[in-house]
């Protein structure tokens, strides 16, 4: 990962001298300025209102703005006037609106250094320093790419990053607002390298090497089960997947519990969160095989990399959470062994199935790596985060993840996680339809359904979750989520979104803080 944006940021007060190039005044929706906006506009002889006034399409909506070149003499050069959306609603999808907007602005203007001014007004019910803090550090992250296979062209191409100068009230309060948020963005950038890693370098077991390079030092326990150890344990579907591919497939199971000695005494038998990652570092199909975008697929691992990077988030943070998770490491190719549509294979939980199709693969790996963490270690919620079919995108776009639960509570949940982290998710019920769709004709289940029924047939990402359903509810019921993310974690540039790690994180430390069910102002 690189990015030079980090050093080009800082916090000061209106007294510190800057010669930038330009100065940012933020105007609040419809169309009003906020204290020091104000102040400005009336020195300028309402030179900013009246051309704000002029630009029809500008009302100060959150991500848009306007350029204006002062006059001659003018102690401010040139402004832009930045849209912040309604004072009263800037949450953190508002604020990704206004740091993609402005940093969008910056660039296609050319602009080496700018001053933003941290402004305030009345109807905010934020703090401003961390509202600030917030857009520099989202600035950051739209900073982010992956140039590290780029020998040649890299010097010519880097393209080089604004100095942003933030003038806030207290500069203290927002870098320490803005070096918190920069841990999630941390784990948010690590899950985009690996995503980006290319299939021919990131494979089950160089993939696993480095989650324990990247987690062990943070003190996350990680354990790797490999082939012989998959066996053992009876894992047949995730086997059927990976066994025969290139590389060999296997489990990383990590470890964290951030809980007080004091908590952990009083309540040893806690039962720790659980998250689960699909994590194919290649999936080409199988004999089902792709006829497109295959190349794509090197990103179907980017369940995994949401654990792995909320895992590393939540380390970091020394987050209260007691978390186990498990990520199944595979590659979907073809072989002389691969495994055959219309086989039947076993799984752990036990239950037969189907292969309808050797493209839908994910959903075995998840199948066996959720019974793993069930049945070793049982934890009271079970999140599984996987880029799983096509369907959802069709369904939901790019901008919004599938959710899909056994549990009310975990809407409830998942939709304060997603307000707080900015990543949205719809929530789609599983119905009794769904759950029957996906038994099989000569075995327990298929993984693929046979169905002429149009209506199940869009479904696609409803039944995958219900057949995930039936393992989750084995051997006695598990409050259970599952998260498509095939949209929003492939976006359609083809580069890693790091989609999962916000949303991931924000739902652990609200588990450990038990106050999900209380609501309060979503955090920045
Ligand atoms: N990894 C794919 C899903 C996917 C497709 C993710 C495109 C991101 C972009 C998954 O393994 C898959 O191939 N799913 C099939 C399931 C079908 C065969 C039942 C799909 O969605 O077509
Ligand atoms: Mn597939
Ligand atoms: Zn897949």
Not at 55 to 62: M, R, T
Not at 122 to 126: D, E, G, L, N, R
Not at 355 to 360: K, L, P, R, S
Not at 495 to 499: C, D, K, Q
């Given at each position: 990962m690189t990015n030079p944006q980090y050093a080009q940021t800082a916090f000061i007060d209106h007294t510190t001298p800057t010669d930038n190039d330009v100065t940012v005044i933020p105007v609040f929706a419809d169309d009003h300025f906020g204290k020091k906006g104000k102040a400005i506009n009336k020195e300028l002889g309402e030179f900013l209102s009246l051309n704000a006034a002029f630009?029809?399409?500008?009302?100060?909506?959150?991500g848009k703005s306007i350029a204006l070149a002062l006059p001659k003499g003018s102690s401010y050069g040139k402004v832009i006037l930045l849209g912040m959306g309604a004072a009263d609603q800037i949450n953190a999808g508002a604020v990704n609106k206004i740091a993609t907007g402005l940093s969008q602005t910056l660039a296609r203007l050319n602009i080496k250094s700018a001053s933003i001014i941290g402004d305030q007004c009345?109807?905010?019910?934020?703090n401003a320093d961390e509202v600030y803090a917030a857009i520099a550090a989202q600035i950051c992250e739209n900073g982010y790419s992956f140039d590290?296979?780029?020998?040649?062209l890299k010097a010519e191409k880097a393209p080089e990053s604004p100095k942003l100068d933030f003038i806030v009230k207290n500069p203290k309060v927002a870098q320490q607002h803005f070096d918190a948020l920069s841990i999630l963005s941390e784990g948010k950038m690590l899950a985009q390298d690996l995503g980006n890693e290319p299939p021919n370098v990131l494979y089950p077991e160089s993939y696993a090497l480095r989650i324990k390079d990247l987690l062990e030092p943070l003190g996350v326990e990680v354990d790797i089960i490999d082939v012989h150890g998959m066996k053992h344990l009876g894992m047949h579907a995730a086997l059927a997947v990976g066994e025969s591919a290139g590389a060999k497939p296997c489990m990383v199971v990590m470890k964290y519990d951030g809980r007080s000695d004091a908590d952990k005494a009083k309540n040893p038998n806690k039962r720790p969160l659980g998250y689960v990652g699909k994590g194919l570092t290649i999936d080409t199909g199988g004999y089902n095989i792709k006829t497109r975008s295959m190349d794509l697929m090197k990103l179907d691992m980017c369940g995994s990399a949401s654990v792995v990077g909320a895992m590393y988030t939540l380390a970091k943070q020394q987050s209260k959470a007691n978390i186990v998770s498990v990520v199944g490491l595979a590659e979907n190719r073809i072989s002389e062994s691969s495994y055959l549509p219309g086989a039947i294979i076993d799984s752990m939980a036990g239950f037969t199935i189907e292969?309808?199709?050797?493209?839908?693969e994910g959903r075995l790996v998840l199948a066996d790596a959720i019974t793993y963490l069930k049945q070793a270690y049982n934890p009271h919620i079970i999140v599984d985060v996987a880029t799983l079919t096509g369907a959802c995108i069709q369904a939901h776009g790019h901008d919004k993840a599938g959710l899909f639960t056994n549990s009310k509570g975990l809407v409830k949940a998942f939709t304060r996680a997603a307000e707080q982290s900015g990543e949205a998710i719809a929530h789609d019920p599983i119905e009794e339809k769904h759950i029957r769709a996906?038994?099989?004709?000569?075995?327990?289940?298929?993984?693929s359904c046979k169905t002429t029924d149009p209506e199940i047939q869009k479904a696609g990402h409803i039944t995958a979750a219900a057949f995930l359903q039936h393992f989750a509810e084995h051997g006695g019921k598990t409050k259970w989520a599952h998260v498509d993310i095939a949209g929003t974690a492939i976006p359609p540039s083809g580069?890693?979104?790091?989609?999962g790690v916000k949303l991931l994180t924000s739902f652990a430390n609200d588990q450990a803080e038990e106050k999900a069910a209380k609501p309060k102002a979503p955090k920045l």
């Open positions: 630009a029809a399409d500008f009302k100060g909506e959150a009345a109807k905010m019910t934020q590290k296979y780029k020998k040649k292969i309808g199709n050797t493209d839908a996906m038994d099989g004709k000569l075995a327990d289940l298929t993984n580069m890693a979104s790091g989609w």
